[in-house]
């Protein structure tokens, strides 16, 4: 069975210092990998998708940006990070027409 | 132009009551999915259903059910004899065969099951 590994759980960070969350998935090949945000009492915000190694989409400007060096790992990245970068951040994977298959998240605090 | 509207932000019910939560979707598409999930406080996305367009039978799995007219381009979800376990945040989401890569989420509804 397919499964999402998505780490750390919980991050506290500086303004100004990098970021890098980490996502992989097991038990599927060439699936399309997702990054998500939620502000806090927010909707979803899609940040990046990834059809394959090496392709990224970015749907919003902004000062992160993600890598896929591997089939079934999305990273994402941020070389300083601002206070408005807080919040919920769900990796994502879907195989075809599946549904969207959600990592348990990190919960992102900058100070 | 939004995709997916769910209009209610926030509903509270005792337990015990019905509750439908409303989901309205936009597409010139022929050929869509139809998504919902739970958001408990943990805060991972729970997948609940699918739906595709051409799929218009309602659905009922246990004290849930869902209510699918492409009439009124509406995919409404009722929670039958609520439970406290049910309170959660639920998203409604859309997903186009044009646009496949792209899932469309609403902007949630934020259920509160009182006992």
């Known amino acids: 069975s397919q499964t999402i590994h998505q780490w750390p759980a919980t991050l506290v960070q500086p303004v100004g210092s990098p970021l890098s969350l980490e996502c992989t998935v097991e038990g599927t090949s060439n699936p399309n990998l997702y990054w998500y945000r939620q502000a806090a009492g927010r909707g979803l915000q899609l940040l990046f998708y990834s059809v394959g190694i090496g392709q990224i989409s970015s749907e919003v400007p902004q000062n992160l940006s993600a890598s896929r060096p591997q089939d079934r790992q999305f990273i994402l990245s941020s070389k300083k990070l601002l206070l408005s970068d807080s919040g919920f951040y769900l990796c994502a994977w879907r195989q075809g027409r599946s549904p969207l298959h959600f990592g348990n998240g990190t919960r992102l605090t900058v100070t | 132009a939004q995709k997916v509207t769910q209009a209610q932000t926030e509903i509270s019910v005792v337990e015990k009551e019905d509750v439908t939560l409303d989901c309205v979707y936009e597409t010139r598409d022929t050929t869509y999915y139809l998504f919902w999930y739970k958001q408990p406080p943990s805060g991972e996305l729970v997948f609940l259903i699918r739906r595709n367009s051409f799929d218009e039978q309602n659905e009922i799995s246990g004290r849930y059910s869902w209510n699918f007219q492409k009439s009124t381009s509406s995919f409404n979800f009722t929670i039958t004899a609520s439970q406290v376990v049910d309170s959660a945040v639920y998203f409604c989401?859309?997903?186009?065969?044009?646009?496949?890569?792209?899932?469309?989420f609403g902007t949630g509804t934020s259920l509160t099951v009182i006992p």
């Open positions: 989401a859309l997903s186009e065969a044009y646009t496949g890569n792209q899932f469309y």
